[in-house]
Every structure is written in structure tokens, then in C-alpha cells.
């Protein structure tokens, strides 16, 4: 996808574990958006960024912290990994927010073992 | 809390045979109802954003109508290439703060 890109693409760990989901932009956008995607529900909001250091949290955030040093990157980490984190992860991007519509990325499979 | 439920859940269609896609919605005060059309392995690509009762807009074979309940996301003589998962979103709370979506609806069109 242009202008974003998630990394790593797959990721299998095991329990317990710390995690980094790593989102990088090229667009110079302002808001960014971690979601996750399970089967039988929507995409659901984990955490955003509305500018550099400044974080708020979603509809789904225990378990789960971001950084973003850089306008460039948004961070997302799972502190102590679970099975029920297991999940498709997408960061989303937008230059005027939400109501204008994301560019998403192409996801990162997280197995949790 | 904002709700979003889609249906069907699968449509199976022939190419050519035109249908449509339901989006329902409850929210407390709507800022925009979006659709998004998704590929297996990718992330969701953007169609469109509505924002009041009585909005349309097209592209391509893709339609997308707005009531104060639902949203239509109308398919007029589907190809194979349509085939895709497509999810409807709503925001109600504008600004940074996300969307919600539904679980989707998975269409197929067949040769």
C-alpha cells in the first residue's frame, strides 16, 4: 500500500512474551490508528495518535500500549502477549481524521502460541 | 454505543446480476457512514463517505445511498473483479477518535 507499511507482515510468539507491531507512513499524516480484525466482529479500535507523543485509547486497549516518537511511526506493543491477542493487525492512517477516510495497510498476522 | 450490522453476510451473485448490500446503523449523532472494500490478505481500500440522509454517490458499478437507519451499497452488473468483503463504518464522534465498523459482507460474483 503506498505510503504505509507494517511490519513484520507475520509474526508467531509465544505466550508471555512481549510484542512490537511496527507502522511507518511516507504521507506526512497527522492521525494514526491501530486496529485489530477477528473472525464474527469488525474491526475494532485499539488505539490513535493524533500527533507526535499524543495517544488515546480505543474501544480495545487492556493489554496493549503505543508510542509515537516520530511522525513517521507509530508503535504498538503488546506487553505480556496472550492467546486471545491472537489477531490481524492493521494500522490506518489519515491526513484530517477519521471522518475523511483511511489508508490502511496490508496487516501483520500475530499467532500467539 | 454505536452499532453497525451488515447483511447478508455472503451474497453469492452471476456476473451481471445486479443486488445490493445493507448497512444498518444506531448512533447517537451521525458524522459520516463510510464504505470499504476489502481483498483477502489486504488491508480495507476506501470507497466512500456519506454524511447526510439522502446522499449518493457512485463509482464505477458501486452506488452507495443513505437514510437516517441504513445505507444501500447498490452493485449494478457485477464482474468477477467485485469480489470482495465489503464493510460499512460509521463515525459519530468526528475528529481523531476512529470508526466503527460491521463484520462485513462477503460477496462472490461468478462467471
Known amino acids: 500500500d503506498a505510503g504505509i507499511t507494517q511490519s513484520p507482515r507475520h509474526k508467531v510468539t509465544e505466550t508471555g512474551t512481549p510484542v512490537t507491531l511496527r507502522c511507518h507512513q511516507t504521507?506526512?499524516?497527522?492521525?494514526m490508528y491501530w486496529y485489530r480484525q477477528d473472525p464474527g466482529h469488525g474491526l475494532r479500535l485499539i488505539h490513535y495518535?493524533?500527533?507526535?507523543?499524543?495517544?488515546d485509547k480505543g474501544e480495545v486497549s487492556d493489554g496493549y500500549s503505543v508510542s509515537r516518537s516520530k511522525t513517521e511511526d507509530f508503535l504498538l506493543t503488546l506487553e505480556s502477549a496472550t492467546s486471545s491477542q491472537t489477531s490481524v493487525y492493521f494500522c490506518?492512517?489519515?491526513?484530517?481524521?477519521?471522518?475523511?477516510?483511511?489508508?490502511f495497510g496490508s496487516g501483520t498476522r500475530l499467532t500467539v502460541v | 454505543e454505536d452499532q453497525v450490522t451488515q447483511s447478508p453476510e455472503a451474497l453469492r451473485l452471476q456476473e451481471g446480476e445486479s443486488s445490493s448490500l445493507n448497512c444498518s446503523y444506531t448512533?447517537?449523532?451521525?458524522?459520516?457512514l463510510f464504505w470499504y472494500r476489502q481483498d483477502p490478505g489486504k488491508g480495507p481500500e476506501f470507497l466512500f463517505t456519506l454524511y447526510s440522509a439522502g446522499e449518493e454517490k457512485e463509482k464505477e458499478r458501486l452506488k452507495a445511498t443513505l437514510t437516517k437507519k441504513e445505507s444501500f451499497l447498490h452493485i449494478t452488473a457485477p464482474k468477477p473483479e467485485d469480489s470482495a468483503t465489503y464493510l460499512c463504518?460509521?463515525?459519530?464522534?468526528?475528529?481523531?477518535?476512529?470508526?466503527?465498523f460491521g463484520k462485513g459482507t462477503h460477496l462472490i460474483i461468478q462467471p
Open positions: 495518535s493524533y500527533g507526535v507523543k499524543d495517544t
Open positions: 448512533v447517537s449523532g451521525l458524522r459520516g
Open positions: 504521507e506526512n499524516h497527522r492521525y
Open positions: 490506518a492512517i489519515s491526513g484530517q481524521g477519521a471522518n475523511y477516510g483511511y489508508t
Open positions: 463504518a460509521v463515525n459519530s464522534g468526528g475528529g481523531a477518535d476512529g470508526l466503527t
